[in-house]
């Protein structure tokens, strides 16, 4: 069992920068691969990047390449999302999940989400 817990959202202004956290209690953290999802109103949840559990392997979705950046911390049982030049388009509750693999189209564990909001 994992227990995923996010926060670092917030309201920013277009073009400033967040930084998303995951804590996760269960002695099995290192041994998943962690992602990052959100959930913009009115529209389904969506991939946005995805770490292996060593992290040597990442993936992210075309709409945040080159502006967001996932990492962990192993020791400290959390994984984060560092986001740049944010958009309003953005704007999202963001979820953190752990799965199998980096590939995984199932991810077995959720948080409960943290919003993030960004203004134009």
């Known amino acids: 069992q994992v227990q995923l817990v996010e926060s670092g959202g917030g309201l920013v202004q277009a073009g400033g920068s967040l930084r998303l956290s995951c804590a996760a209690s269960?002695?099995?953290?290192?041994?998943?691969?962690m992602g990052w999802f959100r959930q913009a109103p009115g529209k389904a949840r969506e991939f946005a990047a995805a770490?292996?559990?060593?992290?040597?392997?990442?993936r992210y979705a075309d709409s945040v390449k080159g502006r967001f950046t996932i990492s962990r911390d192993n020791a400290k049982n959390t994984v984060y999302l560092q986001m740049n030049n944010l958009k309003p388009e953005d704007t999202a509750v963001y979820y953190c999940?752990?799965?199998?693999?980096?590939?995984?189209?199932?991810?077995?564990?959720w948080g409960q989400g943290t919003q993030v909001t960004v203004s134009s």
């Open positions: 999940a752990a799965a199998p693999s980096v590939a995984a189209r199932l991810w077995n564990y």
């Open positions: 269960g002695r099995t953290f290192s041994t998943y691969a």
């Open positions: 770490m292996s559990w060593s992290g040597g392997s990442t």
